[in-house]
T-cell receptor, first 117, second 116 residues
Framework: NAGVMQNPRHLVRRRGQEARLRCSPMKGHSHVYWYRQLPEEGLKFMVYLQKENIIDESGMPKERFSAEFPKEGPSILRIQQVVRGDSAAYFC???????????????FGAGSRLTVL | AQTVTQSQPEMSVQEAETVTLSCTYD???????LFWYKQPPSRQMILVIR????KQQNATENRFSVNFQKAAKSFSLKISDSQLGDAAMYFCAYRSPMDSNYQLIWGAGTKLIIKP
């Protein structure tokens, strides 16, 4: 089991460009979550997806950010017209199920570090 | 709202020694979950240990153990016989039983340095 795979590990973009971050969940996991980690801060939840559905996007900035988890292929976090404040580590996690009391622990990927010049 | 505080931005310990990382939290709930995650240079977040608040017994996982003081809202992590591979960022996290497992509240982390 390869675990949660994220790529690219490092991405450099200039202001105004687009950034695409990919996440392949663990085998058997159908729930994907994206988090952002700013310097010297803990993880902040962004969005929760299941196949072809966004379940909770309460942590997503209203503009420029979008996420998808198509029927086939990895989940994609897309940031349009990046700004310097988008520089952060973006982590993906997956799980088998969610919302169960006392159940489940997220499995995290290694993260993608976005640097905006 | 719940908050998690890790007051030690950085800690260092001699190899083979014991180190304790502190974590305090604020909540009005009586039942909840607490976690310690490790983030090595590879940046992958790895679950170290989990504690259910309704359990009085402190969780233990090999060289890792917690000191859970519910009344004081403290959840420290003790690492015994520190090894070079323990060098990483350590994050404390809280989850309400009413929230889904992705809605963790995270501390800012403690960088642990192991001196050979």
């Amino acid at each position: 089991n390869a675990g949660v795979m994220q790529n690219p590990r490092h991405l450099v973009r200039r202001r105004g460009q687009e950034a695409r971050l990919r996440c392949s969940p663990m085998k058997g996991h159908s729930h994907v979550y994206w988090y952002r980690q700013l310097p010297e801060e803990g993880l902040k939840f962004m969005v929760y997806l299941q196949k072809e559905n966004i379940i909770d996007e309460s942590g997503m900035p209203k503009e420029r950010f979008s996420a998808e988890f198509p029927k086939e292929g990895p989940s994609i976090l897309r940031i349009q017209q990046v700004v310097r404040g988008d520089s952060a580590a973006y982590f993906c996690a997956s799980s088998t199920r969610t919302g169960e009391y006392g159940a489940n622990v997220l499995t995290f990927g290694a993260g993608s570090r976005l640097t905006v010049l | 709202a719940q908050t998690v505080t890790q007051s030690q931005p950085e800690m260092s310990v001699q190899e083979a020694e014991t180190v304790t990382l502190s974590c305090t939290y604020d909540t009005s709930e009586s039942d909840y979950y607490l976690f310690w995650y490790k983030q090595p240079p590879s940046r992958q977040m790895i679950l170290v240990i989990r504690q259910e608040a309704y359990k009085q017994q402190n969780a233990t996982e090999n060289r890792f153990s917690v000191n859970f003081q519910k009344a004081a809202k403290s959840f420290s992590l003790k690492i015994s016989d520190s090894q070079l591979g323990d060098a990483a960022m350590y994050f404390c996290a809280y989850r309400s039983p009413m929230d889904s497992n992705y809605q963790l509240i995270w501390g800012a982390g403690t960088k642990l340095i192991i001196k050979p």
